[in-house]
Each structure stands twice: as structure tokens, then as C-alpha cells.
């Protein structure tokens, strides 16, 4: 629980959103398939990031946004 707390703090919500932007550049700068497979699978941690969800909440028996 206490990394779903920590997920679903500013400080989380940051590192989730800077790594999916991080995999959408190198997806960017490798183009092609695997780039494009790359750059669609950092939009997920970046929505999540922005909507303050946490994915893996579900698995842990924790809520999914935060309170």
C-alpha cells in the first residue's frame, strides 16, 4: 500500500507522467514500429499521470485515485 500512496502523490504523479513522456521521445528518436509501439505505451503512464490514477491500485486492493 505504502507505493500506491506514494504513486498517487504529486511526486508520483510526476515520475509517471516524465516516464511516459520519456518513452514517447524514445519512440520518437527510434522510429519505425518499435517506435511507434514505444510512443503508444508511454501514453499510458502519462494519461494515468495526468488523471491521477494509478493502475496498478487494483492489483494492490487500493483505491484507485487518490483521496
Known amino acids: ?17 516524465l516516464a511516459g513522456a520519456g518513452l514517447i521521445a524514445a519512440g520518437a528518436v527510434v522510429g519505425g514500429g518499435t517506435g511507434l509501439f514505444l510512443a ?4 499510458v503512464p502519462l494519461a494515468a499521470g495526468a ?7 487494483p492489483l494492490l486492493h487500493a483505491p484507485l485515485r487518490a483521496r
Open 51 to 57: 488523471a491521477g490514477t494509478c493502475l496498478a491500485a
Open 40 to 43: 503508444l505505451v508511454g501514453l
Open 1 to 17: 500500500m505504502r507505493i500506491v500512496r506514494m504513486m498517487n502523490s504529486t511526486a508520483g504523479r510526476s515520475a509517471r507522467a
